[in-house]
């Protein structure tokens, strides 16, 4: 009972960071919704057993992701008059979009499986074969996408300062 009440809240968790990355306007706030999304779903891989997953998901997207995208937010011009308004004009056209997805798709679940998420073909997912595959076969590719993190936030400097204060 105890399991299912933590999904439950970490699920809300999550929809609540979510929900605050697409309504919120100035950067800061989105990056914070965004760790916070991040948090919550590391601790929902964490109570659904897969520990390994949790701990990539704070080390590598809340850890260092992150922090690279709160540093690049807080070299930028934030005194951006786009920012003063608390939310965009779009909000109301997305969220009745996000309400006929949501009805459309619970619709559909209700109609094709009963009501039950399946995985396809019943197929199980194990973290062995998972962890042997990517330590082995793709350590290169995530090396190297932490250098491109640092080109980017490389290059998010030198525009700044070639910038030299103008606007524009």
Known sequence: ????????LF????????VVMLIARHPMRVALGLISTMLALAC?????GVHVIAVFQV??????????????????DTRDPSF?????????????TAAVLAATLAALLARHH???????????????PFSVAFLRDYWL???????LLVVVVVAAIAVIRGRGGRDG
């Open 114 to 128: 009963g009501g039950r998420l399946r995985p396809p073909g019943g197929a199980d997912f194990h973290l062995q």
């Open 11 to 18: 699920s809300a968790a999550a929809l609540a960071g979510a």
């Open 44 to 48: 929902l891989y964490a109570l659904l």
């Open 1 to 8: 009972m105890t399991e299912t009440v933590l999904l439950y």
């Open 59 to 76: 080390l590598i997207y809340v850890g260092a992701v992150m922090v690279f995208m709160v540093f690049v937010i807080m070299l930028l």
């Open 141 to 147: 590719h995530f090396e190297l996408t932490s250098v």
């Open 84 to 96: 003063v308004a608390r939310y965009s004009r779009l909000l109301l056209p997305g969220a009745l």
